[in-house]
């Protein structure tokens, strides 16, 4: 913008050093009508008067043109304080968002061998419950045939019951029936004990 600037710049300069020539011009040539003939004074005045006016609208020209850019310089500038602060405020986010990676990196490391730690206990987890449900179904089976084994225990031993209550009823009615004889049979040596007795007395 500067090189332009500086080339519109020098581009009215030459065009202005033309009009100054030529005004210079026109001023010699209108200094010689003027001793020459005095009858065409009137229109060189009128060019010379035109060259003022058009060097006064190339003057105010410029003068836009130069103002128009400063005013694009000074925006221009402003721009670049934005940009910088942009690019100032965005370093400050790169560096503080690569400190929250770093971070963020080492956690997910940890993370990561936790998870392995806890994968090799499960594992170990599993193996373990794999040899326990094999110790189950071991004692399940065991625990089923010791069942079936005290089920059979217990018909055997009922039947067993059941025969001595049968034996011990036969016993009880043989004992009933031996103390009735051995009663009569007291009853009788008695009987027959004092028949001896008395037969004695008799005797006497």
């Known amino acids: 913008m500067e090189k332009?600037?500086?080339?519109?710049?020098?581009?009215?300069?030459?065009?202005n050093q033309d009009l100054?020539?030529?005004?210079?011009?026109?001023?010699?040539?209108?200094?010689?009508?003027?001793q020459s003939l005095t009858v065409a004074t009137k229109p060189l005045l009128r060019q010379i008067e035109n060259l003022q006016s058009?060097?006064?609208?190339?003057?105010?020209?410029?003068?836009?043109?130069?103002?128009?850019?400063?005013?694009?310089?000074?925006?221009?500038?402003?721009?670049?304080?934005?940009?910088?602060?942009?690019?100032?405020?965005?370093?400050?986010?790169?560096v503080e968002i690569s400190s929250r990676v770093g971070v963020l990196e080492s956690q997910l490391s940890t993370l990561k061998q936790e998870k392995s730690r806890l994968t090799a206990e499960l594992d170990i987890s599993k193996m373990k419950l794999g040899t326990l449900?094999?110790?189950?179904?071991?004692?399940?089976?065991?625990l089923e045939a010791y069942k079936s084994s005290m089920e059979a225990d217990k018909v055997e031993t009922k039947k067993s019951y059941t025969l001595m209550e049968n034996r011990l009823e036969l016993e009880k009615t043989k004992l009933e029936a031996e103390k009735k004889k051995t009663s009569a049979l007291t009853?009788?040596?008695?009987?027959?004990?004092?028949q001896i007795s008395e037969l004695h007395e008799c005797s006497i």
Do not use: H
């Open 187 to 194: 009853e009788e040596l008695n009987e027959k004990e004092q």
């Open 20 to 34: 100054m020539e030529k005004l210079s011009n026109s001023d010699k040539r209108n200094d010689d009508l003027t």
């Open 4 to 15: 332009e600037q500086n080339r519109r710049e020098a581009c009215l300069l030459q065009e």
């Open 54 to 94: 058009s060097y006064s609208v190339q003057s105010s020209s410029w003068e836009k043109l130069e103002k128009s850019l400063m005013d694009r310089l000074a925006d221009a500038q402003s721009q670049l304080v934005a940009a910088n602060e942009k690019e100032r405020v965005s370093s400050e986010n790169y």
């Open 133 to 142: 449900e094999d110790e189950k179904n071991s004692a399940l089976t065991q």
